[in-house]
């Protein structure tokens, strides 16, 4: 059995209440992990750290909802008739603070810190471990505790910081106040997490750590910082295939530096409870193949924008998409395709079987080397140090065979004399490199593009950068008001 299936059964024993948002506060009932009943012995404690990670697959999260929100507001995606209207207000920006998925995304968040920071909270009470123990299960524990104010901060600006366990609700940080809080949580991280290779797949490393520390960065224009978060993240290289980083075969491989895991082998809820929630909220098994599956309820499609930044002959093309009459389930049957230019190819089972059967057991790759190097070229470009820049972006380019920038093929388009020439080869590198990743509405909001890019789309400059305040957390933290509410809501 893989670590990320033990996490599962982990989670089986631990499950935490799921209700209304400042519930996520209070872990006092005796049926669930206490402080008083914890923590007596190793087996306990790896529990503990596992239940940090078991919020990434829930509706509001990675199971679900977290896909339609930045593949429709980064608008790589077009929409199919039946798209469902609560998705498609992403997609125009039309979204409220009473908007249920957003509010189940900020509850599952907060979930997974409360979670983190049992653990954090209960350093001094943990018996029968070793001290290898114990730095592990902190540096995964405050790893998980900063990527999900990652996903609050990128999403909503300042938060309620909770650095440790309390049943008193916070009023909002600041938005620089949260990056903060999260970059001395990856510092922390870095430094007591194992590297890649020495820890089972499925679990935090110091090259986690320091990859989205780098972001972080990059969010904050901390170039110098940037680069040298990035350089740290070793031990990773590029898998030969491009393919191989979105199969359920080859999970976990080298080029994988944190990926959200999934399984059919607990079964699934069939279609019709999908959506009820139970006490955890949670399933082993993601529903982004069938939602985006051209053989199942195709509810999205790649838009024309996307599919013309691909240059000729661009093996990730036909990596990421399937087009009318190619073979797909084992090479036995014909893709059909009659309205539309391509579907989805990245994270779909069709190569395998003819349906997506509701539920999908491939993981979700939330960083990959790919995006280290592109984003490490990003901030070496700012820096002024154009020839780091371009051979980072060419490792990427070689392991698809394209063109090098710099070559006289590439220069015809893609130019790599100047700072800003260097900074449209990026864009263009991170649009079809890492094209349905869930990349590109951040990108262009830390480019500062998105109010040109998304123009005609619904965005609206100074309010579509943030999402709503939930209504429900207004509503119940005294510590959080109408007026906390983000701009144009």
């Known amino acids: 059995m893989n670590t990320r299936n033990s996490i599962y059964l982990s989670l089986l024993m631990i499950v935490f209440g799921s209700s209304c948002s400042t519930d996520f506060l209070n872990i006092s ?3 669930e992990l206490t402080e008083d009943t914890y923590f007596k012995n190793k087996s306990q404690l790896q529990s503990s750290v596992d239940a940090s990670y078991v919020n990434l697959q829930s509706k509001g999260l990675y199971i679900r909802h977290l896909f339609f929100m930045n593949d429709n507001m980064g608008h790589e995606v077009e929409l199919n008739p039946q798209h469902e209207a609560d998705k498609r207000q992403y997609y125009n920006f039309t979204f409220d603070s009473n908007h249920e998925g957003i509010f189940t995304y900020w509850d599952n968040c907060f979930r997974g810190i409360n979670k983190a920071n ?9 018996e029968n471990v070793t001290q290898g123990d114990i730095d592990k299960a902190l540096g995964e524990t405050h790893f998980m505790r900063a990527f999900y104010y990652h996903l609050l901060v990128t999403r909503f600006g300042g938060v309620p910081i909770y650095p440790e366990l309390t049943s008193v609700p916070n009023p909002r940080a600041t938005k620089e106040e949260v990056y903060q809080f999260i970059l001395e949580d990856l510092e922390l991280a870095a430094s007591l997490l194992p590297t890649q290779g020495a820890t089972d797949g499925g679990r935090a490393t110091a090259g986690a750590a320091w990859a989205l520390k780098g972001k972080m960065h990059l969010f904050r224009k901390e170039w110098q910082e940037a680069a040298n978060a990035f350089q740290n993240v070793t031990g990773y290289t590029l898998v030969e295939d491009y393919m191989d980083n979105f199969l359920e075969e080859t999970e976990y491989n080298s080029e994988s530096v944190f990926e959200v895991g999934f399984t059919r082998e607990f079964g699934w809820s069939d279609q019709d409870t999908w959506w009820v929630e139970d006490a955890s909220g949670m399933q082993f098994v993601s529903l982004r193949g069938q939602e985006y599956g051209w053989n199942d309820w195709f509810n999205s499609y790649p838009g024309d924008d996307l599919l013309d930044e691909y240059e000729a002959n661009d093996p990730r093309y036909t990596a990421n998409f399937y087009t009318d009459g190619e073979l797909f389930n084992n090479g036995t049957e014909v893709v059909s395709l009659p309205d539309h230019r391509a579907a989805w190819k990245k994270y779909q089972n069709y190569y395998q079987r003819p349906k997506e059967e509701i539920a999908s057991g491939i993981n979700h790759r ?17 820096l002024g140090n154009a020839s780091k820049a371009i051979e980072l972006m060419n490792q990427v380019r070689a392991r698809v065979n394209m063109p090098l920038y710099g070559s006289s093929e590439m220069n015809a388009t893609y130019p790599v004399g100047s700072k800003s020439e260097i900074f449209q080869a990026i864009i263009h590198e991170r649009k079809v490199e890492l094209a349905g990743e869930q990349v590109r509405f951040n990108d262009l909001l830390r480019w500062d593009l998105a109010s040109t890019v998304l123009a005609g ?19 119940v933290n005294p510590e959080i008001s109408a007026a906390d509410q983000n701009p144009g809501y």
């Open 29 to 31: 009932n005796p049926n």
């Open 118 to 126: 049992f653990v954090i909270s209960n350093k001094d009470k943990f």
């Open 366 to 382: 939330v960083i990959r080397y790919s995006d280290v190097l592109l984003m490490w070229a990003e901030a070496e470009n700012e």
């Open 457 to 475: 789309t619904g965005f609206v400059a100074g309010k579509s950068e943030l999402l709503p305040i939930p209504q429900k957390e207004i509503d």
